[in-house]
């Protein structure tokens, strides 16, 4: 089926109406999900002559020259009728020249492919019950005071800053920081989402020190469902999460449209904030 539609701006006034969409294709994100995403991203959303949503998708500029691409959904019954592709043009227009991230999905790799977007590795996410990996480790709450240290790391581990959306977690969320001689060197992040709990960013330097920092919330969530996405270049800390029970369900390109963001220190991102967010 297909049917005429415009293209125009989500605000937090549509989150119920995006959360009945996503829901209608099998997505676990709440409404308090869409609220977070559209009060820290920008939405768009394809409406029909009736004014009724019909597609959304989401993205979040990061700086002036990056940004993240996530959330498509069209509703089933009008696939092929153009809104994928009219709501990724104009967020590429809108984007400003940035380079985008987006994770795909196998039913939007060919038209990912058509806008530019090239594969850079994969991600997966995994799904699971917390329990304790018995992993000792002085790790620590963080504070109010560590914001501005954890956004320099962060910035530094992906190469282009978020600091709105840390901001915005840091509100939403609980961190907890790895210290090394009083500096912070590694920060994980665990905040509702779905049916559960979220883990993510985790940056650090080493896979020892990413393993500490999520073992915190595995064992402080024992018995709880969680998810972590790890792009699949971090092989160890994807074993480690299956053989606890964090089962990976699968590969999904990591893709690019521009120029792929480059580290400027010695921290990684080990795992995403979310497929969307990045």
Same mark, same amino acid.
């Given at each position: 089926?297909?049917?005429?539609?415009?293209?125009?701006?989500?605000?937090?006034?549509?989150?119920?109406?995006?959360?009945?969409?996503?829901? @209608? !294709?099998?997505?676990?994100?709440? &409404?308090?999900?869409?609220?977070?995403?559209?009060?820290?991203?920008?939405?768009?959303?394809?409406?029909?002559?009736?004014?009724?949503?019909?597609?959304?998708?989401?993205?979040?500029? &990061?700086?002036?020259?990056?940004? @993240?691409?996530?959330?498509?959904?069209?509703?089933?019954?009008?696939?092929?009728?153009?809104?994928?592709?009219?709501?990724?043009?104009?967020?590429?227009?809108?984007?400003?020249?940035?380079?985008?991230?987006?994770?795909?999905?196998?039913?939007?790799?060919?038209?990912?492919?058509?806008?530019?977007?090239?594969?850079?590795?994969?991600?997966?996410?995994?799904?699971?019950?917390?329990?304790?990996?018995?992993?000792?480790?002085?790790?620590?709450?963080?504070?109010?005071?560590?914001?501005?240290?954890?956004?320099?790391?962060?910035? @530094?581990?992906?190469?282009?800053?978020?600091?709105?959306?840390?901001?915005?977690?840091?509100?939403?969320?609980?961190?907890?920081?790895?210290?090394?001689?009083?500096?912070?060197?590694?920060?994980?992040?665990?905040?509702?989402?779905?049916?559960?709990?979220?883990?993510?960013?985790?940056?650090?330097?080493?896979?020892?020190?990413?393993?500490?920092?999520?073992?915190?919330?595995?064992?402080? &969530?024992?018995?709880?469902?969680?998810?972590?996405?790890?792009?699949?270049?971090?092989?160890?800390?994807?074993?480690?999460?299956?053989?606890?029970?964090?089962?990976?369900?699968?590969? @999904?390109?990591?893709?690019?449209?521009?120029?792929?963001?480059?580290?400027?220190?010695?921290?990684?991102?080990?795992?995403? !904030?979310?497929?969307?967010?990045?």
């Amino acid at each position: 089926m297909s049917l005429s539609f415009e293209v125009a701006p989500l605000t937090t006034a549509h989150a119920r109406a995006a959360h009945g969409l996503t829901t @209608s !294709v099998g997505w676990a994100h709440r &409404y308090e999900d869409w609220l977070f995403a559209l009060s820290t991203g920008r939405g768009l959303g394809a409406f029909d002559s009736d004014g009724a949503l019909r597609g959304a998708m989401m993205w979040f500029p &990061y700086g002036e020259d990056f940004g @993240s691409i996530g959330m498509v959904a069209v509703d089933p019954t009008v696939h092929r009728g153009g809104m994928g592709r009219a709501l990724m043009t104009r967020t590429v227009a809108d984007a400003a020249g940035r380079s985008l991230q987006l994770i795909s999905t196998a039913a939007g790799r060919r038209l990912y492919d058509s806008l530019g977007f090239e594969a850079i590795g994969d991600n997966g996410a995994h799904m699971g019950t917390g329990v304790d990996p018995q992993i000792p480790g002085m790790i620590e709450p963080a504070s109010a005071f560590d914001l501005p240290a954890l956004i320099a790391l962060d910035t @530094s581990a992906l190469g282009y800053a978020r600091d709105g959306l840390m901001q915005a977690l840091a509100e939403a969320g609980e961190i907890v920081v790895l210290r090394q001689d009083g500096a912070i060197v590694g920060f994980s992040i665990c905040r509702l989402f779905g049916s559960g709990r979220v883990i993510g960013p985790v940056v650090a330097r080493e896979n020892h020190e990413a393993r500490r920092l999520i073992a915190f919330w595995l064992r402080q &969530y024992a018995g709880q469902p969680l998810r972590i996405d790890v792009p699949k270049e971090h092989a160890a800390i994807v074993a480690w999460l299956n053989e606890l029970g964090l089962k990976r369900g699968g590969e @999904s390109p990591i893709m690019v449209r521009g120029t792929p963001p480059t580290p400027t220190g010695p921290a990684r991102r080990f795992a995403m !904030v979310s497929q969307a967010m990045g």
